[in-house]
């Protein structure tokens, strides 16, 4: 089983970036379509799909995100990354990352904390 370590999270003012970090135990990593997701502690709620990227960096994103959140990887690094910018109130979640099809575990998450 794959481990994952989210890391990058903090408090943020509004419009401010935040960098989160993802990274695998293994290299099978490096095959794998990854995905960031999100979730409100607290609130009775699944995650949150928020973006996806392929082996080959294809990526999506979920639409409230396109445009100000970047998701990219370092197959050599087994690490992914989500660059955050112009920030909102409505970001505050633990972000996690997982493959897309058939997650492995879930790691701890990281926390983003965005003041208005």
């Known amino acids: 089983q794959v481990q994952l370590v989210e890391s990058g999270g903090g408090l943020v003012q509004a419009g401010g970036s935040l960098r989160l970090s993802c990274t695998a135990s293994?290299?099978?990593?490096?095959?794998?379509?990854m995905s960031w997701y999100r979730q409100i502690p607290g609130i009775d709620r699944d995650r949150e799909w928020v973006a996806t990227i392929t082996s080959i960096g294809t990526t999506s994103y979920l639409d409230s995100v396109e445009g100000r959140f970047t998701i990219s990887r370092d197959n050599a690094k087994n690490t992914m990354y989500l660059q955050m910018n112009s920030l909102k109130p409505e970001d505050t979640a633990v972000y996690y990352c997982?493959?897309?099809?058939?997650?492995?575990?879930w790691g701890p998450g990281t926390q983003v904390t965005v003041s208005s």
């Open positions: 293994d290299n099978i990593f490096n095959l794998m379509v």
């Open positions: 997982n493959r897309f099809h058939k997650p492995w575990s």
